[in-house]
């Protein structure tokens, strides 16, 4: 059996060049029967290594080099034993800087077979492990004679009766990739690659043809024989692949059975189920099924994590299919309740699934790391810990590293910028067919080193470069984590495991998602603020005049899921009013949806403009609340279930094979199984006809129910505390809300909601926005580059001595700097003691000066007659501290620059809140920019989307090619803009046909409108 014992992959982070793939079809070519991975004190790219030499016909050997300072063996694995051993040592060795690689092997020393190349560790080693350990002879392509030291290796060998075993030190699969390494290894080392000294790598550090490999050791050729006899010895199946299931850490003395029955019975008093019938079958279903999967302590550990965030004021909120479990309803875990919902459990869990259902959970995003280290801790360190990811050079980081190794410092890359790196992407990450972009004169390389470093930057990308923790994701052991997985520190000092999601997921451990959400964080706040208890589900009104109202007209900015512009749409165009219109709302916004023609089709439907292909009994009863369509997974399912007469997992199996589907082969194929299923349904082949159209092309985008009620109710729940409660609402979000648009927005919203806003202020702002009297006051945060290191300060000072009484008292007490005290006069901050901000910059540079500060540059004259600044004066300081305006809205602001130019053709004004009435009409709108989205049109031609804003609301705007071609930079504006005015299922939207800005930009002209909206 030709064997290769040796092999580093690009896992030996930033020393190995080949990927584990690469290696294995290499291999496989040169005809090698059995490929060992030995990544250096790793085993990073073990689980797939695994699976992808079996699928080349090649025996998998995984082990790994452990090397400390002064020592270094390769382990590799003989057995399950093995691999438990070496994970232990490999989380020991990484976790402790002074472990002692010697005691760590002679401790655990199961299964492993060890290949030693010095005698000291020989000599310590072979008591132990007897025919375990064996004398490893590495030779490159340059050494085919035996050197000093593997002399004395080989003597000791003979002397403890020691076999040796031939090796060849691979770092790279094919010749030619010693440049690459030499890259890899300056990146690592943080040198030059001009610096860079030669080491023990070489040209011929890749894996050897046959012939050559034994040519290297013709002169000791049972070394060869005895790789192949180690080879050979070594098991295939190490990797463990039972499912390694959580324990719950307070089972009240009872088996977890008991337990997980106990708790659901006092759930169903508790979400009023008692003597519900259809509660009761529903229970006894699941639960058994649960049992049955040995799952009962998996689901009382998230019920403890979910406990543990409720106990704190937190509400948890389930992601994906778990919300159709009753179980997890019952203990508190989701709010949503699926018999409410017609919600399936055989969505989430059936006798038939071969995987593990994911139970993921959703908190406030503030408290998420805090909580996962508070169940680390809970639970205890050795059984439990974080979830790695292996993050890749992707080709602005490739760029930076290569440009590093070239010479280039940080300041001098950051001189680039980032769109100076955004226009190089290309040329690194292939989309060029030149190397490298032209030359520029200011760069410190030269000509040709300028290519090199392009060219290296291309070959950087894909490539492994470091581990990071992943946003969410623990496991949860019944034995120390170290037996199941190798563990090692993350650059921020959180222990993690080697193996990210998939191969976590792979070798059976449980990965239990601890994720943040900034939706639920809006309502947990807003509804603390308001002193509303956050209620169950079922205590919630599902319809509601005022929040209807909200909904109908599309007034859902900043509630988070529901404030875009096309879910505003959306929402008008559906007619939404109720919970169960904002879940199908969040299921219809999909790009799948609109791509097929889904989500017309729906509101056509909705709106009574189209009716259904066939309303038959059976398919009335199915999809009778979703418009005789299939908007959701558990819709496929039933449909299955009952057309077909499937059992739960053969439903389940042929819709994911549905979502599969590739070729028109396998199309075709699948049609007429599904016809074929269906043959005895009693519903006509053209209903069936129209449901297989969906079956086959929306259910391959669309999403299970239970994540659409999951949400749904959170949306539901902002727009009830928007209707009810807006003062709480905004505050929450504009402390946690981030995403479509920016600050300034919300602030607008705000004040068009008659909401007072008061400025930042250091004797009443906290660091957050808060409730002042009847407004908002914007929070110390707000201030763009304000230190943390000052707010904490001015806060503690303040809780300890009192108020600030004067900017004197300030300076004294916190001792700012001049940049710091003119923030906080310029943003308002300081207005509170009462003096015009003139006085209080001639006041601070008279305080500055004592101690050899200066506020600013030329020095305010000695005789000077302050007066108070004016309202646009103070706009225009907030704009610039705060990213927003308080004293005027923005526009009127922007208006008032001296650059504001109104464009000649435009026409009278309408504003924003008005131009819906004008629909068929050609206007004119002027605003700023709220947010854009460019996209193509069905033949591939650019097209934008723009929503406008002036002091009366949003105005939504479309730039069609051929009419108004979109804008390639896109300012904040204003911008003026003329088209006609076109309405579609009730939501209005300008077609431009020329749009301008007005800060002296010259206007885009457009062509003749030629109209067409859709």
């Known amino acids: 059996m030709a064997a290769s014992l040796l092999n580093h992959s690009w896992y030996s982070l930033l020393q190995g060049v080949s990927s584990p793939e690469h290696l294995i079809s290499e291999a496989a070519r040169l005809g090698y029967q059995s490929l060992a991975l030995t990544d250096t004190n790793n085993l990073l790219g073990a689980v797939a290594f695994h699976d992808l030499a079996l699928s080349h016909g090649i025996k998998p050997i995984l082990g790994s080099v452990l090397r400390t300072r002064t020592q270094s063996v390769v382990a590799l694995i003989q057995n399950r034993a093995g691999y438990r051993s070496l994970c232990c040592i490999l989380s020991r060795l990484n976790l402790n800087d002074d472990a002692n690689l010697g005691e760590l092997l002679l401790q655990f020393n199961q299964g492993l077979h060890l290949l030693v190349d010095t005698p000291e560790l020989l000599e310590l080693l072979h008591r132990v492990y007897a025919s375990r350990v064996w004398a490893g002879i590495n030779r490159s392509g340059r050494r085919?004679?035996?050197?000093?030291?593997?002399?004395?290796?080989?003597?000791?060998?003979?002397?403890?009766?020691?076999?040796?075993?031939?090796?060849?030190?691979?770092?790279?699969?094919?010749?030619?990739?010693?440049?690459?390494?030499?890259?890899?290894?300056?990146?690592?080392?943080?040198?030059?690659?001009?610096?860079?000294?030669?080491?023990?790598?070489?040209?011929?550090?890749?894996?050897?043809?046959?012939?050559?490999?034994?040519?290297?050791?013709?002169?000791?050729?049972?070394?060869?024989?005895?790789?192949?006899?180690?080879?050979?010895?070594?098991?295939?199946?190490?990797?463990?692949?039972?499912?390694?299931?959580?324990?719950?850490?307070?089972?009240?003395?009872?088996?977890?059975?008991?337990?997980?029955?106990?708790?659901?019975?006092?759930?169903?008093?508790?979400?009023?189920?008692?003597?519900?019938?259809?509660?009761?079958?529903?229970?006894?279903?699941e639960l058994k099924i649960i049992h049955a999967r040995s799952l009962d302590g998996y689901f009382l550990t998230v019920n403890e994590i979910t406990r543990l965030a409720r106990s704190d004021g937190h509400t948890p909120a389930l992601r994906g299919s778990a919300g159709n479990s009753l179980v997890c309803y019952l203990l508190g875990i989701t709010d949503v309740d699926p018999l409410r919902h017609n919600l399936v459990f055989e969505r989430f869990l059936h006798m038939g699934r071969v995987d593990l259902p994911d139970i993921d959970l959703d908190f406030d995003w503030k408290i998420r790391d805090a909580l996962i280290e508070h169940v680390l801790e809970q639970r205890g360190r050795q059984y439990a810990a974080r979830i790695s990811s292996h993050l890749f050079l992707q080709p602005r980081s490739a760029l930076r590293e290569s440009a590093k190794v070239h010479g280039l410092s940080e300041e001098q890359i950051s001189v680039m910028g980032p769109e100076m790196e955004k226009r190089l992407e290309p040329y690194i990450a292939g989309g060029k067919g030149e190397l490298a972009p032209p030359h520029y004169s200011s760069c410190p390389l030269g000509p040709l080193q300028w290519k090199q470093m392009f060219r290296h930057a291309r070959l950087l990308v894909g490539r492994p470069h470091h581990l990071s923790i992943h946003p969410g994701g623990i496991v949860i052991t019944p034995n120390p984590i170290e037996e199941y997985a190798p563990l090692q520190w993350s650059r921020k000092g959180v222990v993690i495991t080697q193996y990210e999601k998939d191969a976590v997921e792979k070798i059976g451990l449980v990965k239990i998602d601890l994720l943040g959400n900034r939706a639920l964080a809006t309502v947990d706040e807003a509804s603390r603020l308001a002193g509303e208890r956050i209620l169950p589900h079922a205590d919630m009104p599902e319809e509601d005049p005022k929040v209807g109202e909200l909904l109908l007209r599309g007034d859902t900015l900043g509630v988070n899921q529901m404030e875009s512009p096309g879910m505003r749409h959306l929402l008008v165009q559906m007619q939404a009013h109720s919970l169960d219109d904002v879940i199908q709302s969040l299921a219809l916004i999909r790009p799948g949806a609109a791509s097929i023609g889904m989500k017309e089709r729906f509101i056509r439907r909705r709106r009574g403009i189209e009716k259904p292909v066939s309303i038959e009994p059976a398919l009335a009863k199915l999809l009778g609340d979703t418009q005789l369509m299939l908007l959701y997974e558990d819709d496929s399912l039933r449909l299955l279930k009952a057309l077909a007469q499937l059992s739960p997992s053969d439903a389940d199996a042929f819709r994911k094979k549905v979502t599969k589907w590739e070729t028109e082969e396998q199309y075709k194929a699948l049609a007429i199984e599904f016809f074929t299923l269906c043959e005895g349904s009693g519903v006509s082949k053209q209903a069936l006809s129209d449901l297989w159209l969906q079956l086959s092309k929306f259910n391959r985008y669309s999403f299970c129910k239970s994540h659409a009620v999951s949400y749904g109710i959170i949306a539901w729940k902002a727009v009830w505390l928007k209707a009810y409660h807006p003062r709480e609402f905004w505050t929450a979000a504009l402390n946690n809300n981030q995403g479509t648009y920016p600050r300034h927005v919300y602030i607008e919203a705000i004040r068009r909601a008659g909401i007072p806003l008061f400025a930042p202020c250091v004797n009443r702002s906290r660091g957050d926005f808060s409730l002042e009297e009847n407004g908002i006051r914007v929070g110390l945060d707000a201030i763009a580059g304000l230190t943390q290191n000052l707010k904490l300060l001015l806060y503690e000072e303040r809780a300890h001595n009192g108020p600030y009484t004067s900017l004197s008292e300030l300076i004294t007490r916190l001792q700012p700097g001049a940049e710091t005290l003119a923030l906080l006069i310029q943003s308002g901050a300081c207005d509170c003691f009462g003096l015009p901000r003139p006085v209080l910059y001639l006041q601070a540079e008279s305080e500055l000066r004592r101690s050899s500060q200066e506020l600013f540059t030329p020095r305010i004259p000695d005789r000077w007659a302050p007066v108070q600044v004016s309202k646009l004066h103070k706009a225009r300081d907030e704009w610039q501290t705060l990213g927003f305006t308080l004293e005027m809205p923005l526009i009127a602001m922007l208006r008032s620059s001296s650059e504001y130019t109104m464009p000649v053709g435009f026409g009278n004004i309408t504003s924003c809140d008005d131009f819906s009435r004008s629909v068929g009409k050609k206007i004119t709108i002027e605003g700023t920019v709220a947010t854009a989205r460019r996209t193509t049109t069905e033949s591939g031609k650019p097209m934008q989307f723009i929503s406008l804003e002036d002091e009366t609301g949003l105005a939504d705007v479309v730039l069609f090619p051929g009419n108004c071609n979109p804008i390639a930079h896109l300012s904040l504006g204003p911008y003026v803009v003329q088209g006609i005015v076109e309405e579609h299922h009730g939501v209005a939207v300008l077609a431009a046909t020329k749009i301008s800005s007005t800060q002296g930009k010259v206007a885009l002209q457009a062509q003749e409108y030629s109209g067409g909206f859709s």
Not at 152 to 175: M, N, T
Not at 181 to 203: K, P, S
């Open 144 to 285: 085919r004679s035996v050197s000093s030291r593997q002399r004395k290796l080989l003597e000791c060998a003979d002397r403890l009766r020691v076999s040796p075993v031939a090796l060849h030190g691979c770092y790279f699969a094919q010749p030619g990739l010693l440049e690459l390494y030499r890259v890899v290894r300056a990146i690592r080392e943080c040198t030059l690659l001009q610096r860079l000294r030669d080491d023990h790598v070489g040209l011929e550090s890749h894996l050897l043809p046959l012939d050559e490999f034994h040519e290297l050791f013709c002169d000791i050729p049972e070394a060869l024989t005895n790789a192949s006899l180690l080879a050979g010895t070594l098991e295939v199946d190490v990797l463990p692949h039972e499912l390694i299931l959580p324990e719950p850490l307070d089972s009240r003395g009872m088996e977890s059975v008991v337990h997980l029955r106990a708790l659901c019975v006092e759930g169903m008093h508790l979400r009023r189920l008692y003597k519900n019938e259809d509660a009761e079958l529903r229970l006894e279903e």
